[in-house]
């Protein structure tokens, strides 16, 4: 059988805090949930719903990395930086009253447990961008698609837990924002 490369990888990406920015990352591990340590954690509403950058998309101005590599057995001390700069740390007892300020509603950071099932939150008028839902979803429009929606049991993963982005998709994607490829 003939050898041909298809693909180069350009980045590895783990995201310690669902819906925040995350690490580039010279190399991961792989585990039975994807890269070990992502997505292993979120911030949940009072009623238990997950946010995400869906309905609020300030989690994007916030990032969060590890202090070494996370294992298996066990995550490494996370560190999330705030929109204004400062830093704090998911173990301090006032973590989740600084990300509730952030984000003006009241939010606990919250570690995924093999044996909790979640729902994440999204806007349906805004969750495709400027796509009508019913093309992307026959059979919903924006007035008809749920206000939230199921995650994998005992994770924080939208749907899969490993994506591979290729260099095409990322290029066919600017052309449909209007950025250069």
Same mark, same amino acid.
């Given at each position: ?5 298809i ?50 998309p300030?989690?994007l101005?916030?990032?969060?990395h ?14 999330? #930086?705030?929109? !204004?700069?400062? *830093? =704090? ?7 989740? $009253?600084? @990300?509730? &300020?952030?984000? /003006? ?8 447990q093999?044996d ?11 969750v495709f ?13 924006a ?11 005992? #994770?924080f993963? !939208?749907?899969? *837990? =490993? ?7 990322? $290029?066919? @994607?600017? &052309?449909?924002t /209007?950025?250069?490829?």
């Amino acid at each position: 059988m003939e050898r041909r490369q298809i693909g180069v990888v350009k980045n590895l990406c783990r995201y310690p805090v669902k819906s925040m920015q995350g690490e580039r990352l010279n190399e991961v591990e792989i585990g039975a949930q994807g890269v070990i340590g992502d997505r292993a954690y979120a911030l949940r509403e009072a009623n238990g719903r997950v946010i995400t950058a869906k309905k609020w998309p300030t989690l994007l101005e916030c990032s969060a990395h590890y202090e070494a590599p996370p294992t298996r057995q066990a995550l490494a001390p996370l560190c999330i #930086t705030l929109p !204004d700069g400062r *830093s =704090l740390q998911a173990r301090d007892p006032n973590a989740s $009253a600084a @990300l509730s &300020t952030v984000l /003006g509603r009241p939010v606990v950071l919250a570690r995924a447990q093999d044996d909790q099932h979640h729902r994440a939150e999204i806007d349906p008028a805004t969750v495709f961008g400027d796509v009508p839902v019913e093309t992307l979803k026959p059979g919903y429009t924006a007035a008809t698609l749920p206000d939230s929606f199921a995650l994998p049991p005992g #994770t924080f993963f !939208d749907a899969a *837990s =490993l994506h591979v982005l290729a260099s095409g998709t990322l $290029a066919h @994607l600017r &052309t449909l924002t /209007g950025e250069d490829a």
